[in-house]
């Protein structure tokens, strides 16, 4: 499916509107009686009904995730009565099947995925690799076992991907490669990130925690870089409870980082392999997936191409009516590409366009009964470990990030709804409605 930006489709949502003949009357009286409504009710905040009446429990089941049902259940009993380690293989099969790569390896989650793929580099220590601060501890900590370094790079504000452009100005001499992060499942831009990293021969790394089954120009994410993982863990598009995949282009990479984490793998590999003789030792680490976990994420596989276009559905039929307003935003889309949702649904303010701070728009829709906050995510490169030399071996730079800045200060983040729920995606927008009328009071 063709997608839009944010701002374009705000235009193109408002052109088509009016083009409608007939129906635009119609449709313009609505949404104009809709907004004098809204200004003449009184705000909950000040006293007034709330907007949102769907009862407190229905509400919390609305975003209620994973969805585990029969099938799932009945896979892990046989796996209790029969046990084994079958799963694995079935997993790897299938995921290889998926995405059409040469070597995968199932992993005990997304952060052993990422350790592995970081040894599987065999670069020498010292080596940096470019990644956004904005993302979990995971996509930068684990590369200190391998004596890798960090080069922080700032993200689109309202993308919430890593900014090539910015990642331009930070290239060192040791810029060895470059992991962008599909943040929320929303692609990164993959083409310009491979064509700069082919530019200055850096190796292209993908951390798809947050985006199975997404692509950008009809390329899967996870099919960009040499190599690339996913998280199984129980809020992620594909939960497993917990879980990961590291996928492989090469075949030394593949056996390199298969020899860290999985003592059993070098017995299988081709007698001249380099990592053969580790057969009984591997290289230090058991990261084998949990057998469970393997037989969860193999029916949420097949289920995911389904999930992932209902989850676009469910937030389009809310954004498509929040973006109306002045000064809010969603986040920015290539149209190129396919996303999905997870987890919850951010949504931007621009406090001068709005003519009210995040703060007070928070709290008035809270009181209208949103489930929404202010989505602040702690930017890696602050934190206490980057600055400490002994886990390092030579300390990361500390730089300005201001995208990443602004992001935190604008963020919104709704629910992310996993069934259809109509009645209070229509209450939702009242109090969107509702507050927005009465910004000018909130300013
Ligand atoms: C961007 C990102 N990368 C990696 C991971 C690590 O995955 P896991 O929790 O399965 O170890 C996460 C988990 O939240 C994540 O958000």
């Keep these: 499916m063709k997608r839009s930006t944010s701002k374009n489709r705000a235009a193109c949502t408002r052109r088509n509107f009016l083009k409608s003949g007939t129906a635009t009357a119609v449709g313009l009286a609505a949404a104009g009686r809709a907004s004098a409504a809204a200004g003449n009710e009184t705000l909950a905040i000040k006293g007034g009904s709330p907007a949102v009446t769907y009862p407190k429990a229905k509400h919390d ?44 390896k199932a992993q005990f989650n997304g952060t052993s995925a990422l350790a592995s793929i970081f040894f599987g580099l065999g670069l020498p220590p010292g080596s940096e690799i470019m990644v956004p601060s904005y993302t979990f501890f995971a996509t930068i900590v684990p590369m200190r076992l391998a004596g890798l370094v960090p080069v922080f790079v700032d993200i689109d504000p309202r993308s919430m991907d890593m900014d090539v452009n910015d990642a331009k100005k ?39 925690a947050h985006a199975h089954g997404t692509s950008l120009k009809g390329k ?31 075949q030394e990479q593949y056996e390199r980082a298969c020899a860290f984490g999985h003592y059993e793998m070098p017995r299988l590999f081709p007698k001249d392999s380099k990592y053969s003789k580790y057969f009984s030792t591997g290289l230090g680490l058991k990261f084998r997936m949990h057998p469970v976990a393997a037989a969860l994420a193999r029916i949420q596989l097949r289920k995911l191409k389904k999930r992932n276009e209902d989850g676009v559905k469910q937030v389009r039929s809310l954004n498509d009516r929040l973006i109306e307003l002045p000064g809010l935003y969603e986040q920015k889309t290539r149209p190129e590409a396919q996303r999905l949702y997870y987890d919850a649904n951010c949504l931007f303010i621009d406090e001068a366009e709005a003519g ?53 200060a604008t963020c919104m983040a709704l629910p992310y709804f996993t069934s259809d729920v109509p009645e209070l995606i229509d209450q939702y927008v009242k109090a969107f409605q509702k507050v927005w009328a009465h910004r000018k009071e909130l300013a």
């Design 170 to 208: 930070r290239l060192t001499k040791n810029t060895r490669a470059i992991l962008p992060v599909h943040w929320f499942g929303n692609p990164a831009d993959m083409d310009d990130i491979t064509a700069f990293a082919k530019e200055h021969d850096l190796i292209v790394l993908e951390d798809c």
């Design 61 to 104: 089941e609305a975003s209620r995730w994973p969805l585990y049902g029969p099938e799932e259940e009945q896979a892990v009993l046989e796996l209790l009565r029969r046990p084994t380690y079958q799963p694995l293989d079935e997993l790897e099969a299938d995921w290889k099947a998926y995405y059409q790569m040469p070597y995968v």
């Design 220 to 250: 899967m994410m996870g099919t960009w870089g040499e190599m690339s993982i996913f998280s199984f863990q129980t809020t992620k598009p594909l939960p497993s409870l917990e879980g990961g995949m590291a996928m492989f282009k090469q």
């Design 356 to 408: 009210m701070t995040r703060e007070a728009a928070v709290k008035a829709l809270r009181a209208e009964g949103v489930q929404v906050s202010a989505f602040v995510y702690p930017l890696q490169h602050k934190l206490a470990m980057y600055r400490e030399k002994e886990w390092w071996h030579h300390l990361p730079t500390i730089p300005e990030l201001p995208g990443s800045e602004q992001c935190n």
